[in-house]
């Protein structure tokens, strides 16, 4: 073994246990290290959990060596989002209004998935307030820093998340995406991030931001992703709108992309201005599938700019999640979302529905564009990360993050299945990423073709370098 551990991939930290190169304690001491190391640098970490992560490493080590493994991802150091309920510590949500207080004694179901298969918790990772915004601060952590430039934000709302994975902090994190949370910070931070079908992954305790919301993988590569996706999805009773069994991603996921009617929107017709340096790299993103099969056609979906309903949701949801909440807590919030929940508020339920019908609308447009596409594939974001601690690039002249974000937010509408992957850095060196689109239920043909890219090296970008954290 060449690299560290803290640079190889759960697949590749699975082959090693199996071989008995390492161990999972060993594995799990190094993603503690590196932990450390880089928390001072990006504050990815709410909550760094070296005494469980060893005794769950040492649990698997024992598994390990009498060959009775508990799953796919047994001995596997991960990291959680602190929106996702993790037993046996608080879920603060990134907010000076939820008590540490109670016992803390449930996992969400993803959580609980990942615990039956025996993968390690190494620590919690930062989010915005309630995961609220397209960027990583909050009131009750501070600011979260990108790994590749330390005066930029990580993304959000699963900034921490992210900036862990790329660091190797944890090979693999869950994140939550209600407009892009999960791709933001993926494409910023130079990963794979994904937002399966609504419904794939059980959500429990429900989000305030109703079906917008899902739970995904963020990992090193798509093959990770879909191992992650396999052990997260199914049945989970708490969850009255999870979609069910389904079958295993990883069936199929070297089948490449030949043969996939594909439809390229650079910028859906002409309605978000990209810049070049991302342009040019997802162009050649796109000429990567083309080469390995793929038939590319330039083609625009037909939708309008969804943002007012977006808005209307979104804003809603944030105004019924602090509605409990005295005069006095509600000046401890992040003034942008006492912004937008004072906005929601004011809605009327007409509004709220004439929003739900133009998600619809937008659905069924989705849908007829994919009668003729297997994938859509678009720019993941129009930019590259800009200045830490802003919710907006500054003199950009907007207001708020969802003016950045046009390419994500519209596939929370539709529940698409969406997934970014990086596809080079711009001139600055900052990552960049395309995203991959498919109709509801294909997360494993976008997991295919996010593979495709992977193996065929059109996936790599230069791994970050901060100070005091090389392997």
């Known amino acids: 073994m060449t690299s560290p551990l803290t640079d190889l991939t759960a697949r590749q930290l699975l082959a090693g246990y199996a071989q008995g190169d390492f161990s999972p304690v060993d594995a799990t001491r190094a993603a503690l290290e ?3 190391v880089v928390q001072p640098l990006v504050n990815a970490f709410v909550r760094i959990d070296a005494e469980g992560a060893l005794a769950e490493a040492e649990a698997s080590a024992r598994r390990w060596h009498r060959r009775e493994t508990l799953g796919l991802l047994d001995g596997v150091p991960l990291t959680v989002k602190d929106i996702l309920l993790q037993r046996g510590t608080p879920t603060l949500r990134g907010s000076r209004t939820v008590s540490a207080d109670g016992a803390w004694d449930e996992d969400a179901p993803s959580v609980a998935r990942l615990r039956a298969h025996g993968a390690v918790f190494v620590g919690r990772t930062t989010t915005p307030e309630f995961g609220w915004k397209g960027v990583t601060d909050s009131p009750l952590h501070g600011v979260t820093r990108n790994p590749y430039d330390l005066s930029r934000t990580a993304g959000g709302s699963s900034g921490g998340s992210a900036a862990a994975v790329a660091l190797g902090a944890g090979a693999v994190s869950i994140g939550t995406d209600g407009g892009g949370s999960v791709r933001i910070p993926a494409s910023f931070c130079g990963i794979f991030g994904m937002k399966p079908t609504y419904g794939r992954v059980p959500m429990y305790p429900s989000s305030p931001f109703g079906t917008l919301s899902h739970v995904g993988p963020m990992a090193r590569d798509a093959a990770d992703a879909a191992l992650m996706l396999d052990v997260m999805s199914g049945e989970d009773w708490r969850d009255w709108s ?3 069994a389904a079958r295993s991603v990883l069936e199929g996921l070297d089948e490449g992309v ?6 390229y929107s650079a910028s859906f017709g002409g309605q978000v201005a990209v810049r070049p340096s991302v342009a040019a790299a997802v162009r050649r993103a796109v000429t990567a599938l083309a080469g390995l099969g793929a038939h590319i056609e330039e083609s625009d979906p037909d939708l309008a700019d969804p943002v007012e309903a977006f808005h209307t949701l979104w804003f809603s949801g944030a105004a019924r999640l602090v509605q409990h909440l005295r005069a006095e807590q509600r000046e401890l919030l992040d003034p942008g979302l006492r912004e937008i929940c004072e906005k929601g508020a004011r809605h009327s339920a007409l509004e709220y529905l004439a929003a739900v019908d133009a998600r619809m609308d937008l659905g069924r447009r989705l849908g007829r564009f994919h009668t003729s596409y297997d994938l859509l594939v678009t720019p993941t974001l129009p930019i590259t990360a800009f200045s830490a601690g802003v919710e ?13 974000t046009p390419f994500t937010y519209p596939f929370n509408l539709t529940q698409q299945p969406a997934a970014t992957v990086p596809c080079g850095v711009d001139e600055e060196g900052l990552p960049v990423g395309v995203q991959l689109i ?14 495709a890219l992977y193996e065929s090296g059109a996936a790599e970008v230069p791994a970050p370098r901060l100070p005091g954290a090389a392997g």
């Open 34 to 36: 590196r932990a450390e």
């Open 242 to 244: 999870h979609l069910g």
């Open 258 to 263: 030949k043969g996939l009617r594909i439809g």
């Open 392 to 404: 907006v690039p500054a003199g950009s002249g907007l207001h708020r993050w969802t003016g950045w």
């Open 438 to 451: 498919g109709p509801r239920h294909a997360d494993g043909l976008v997991l295919r073709a996010a593979h």
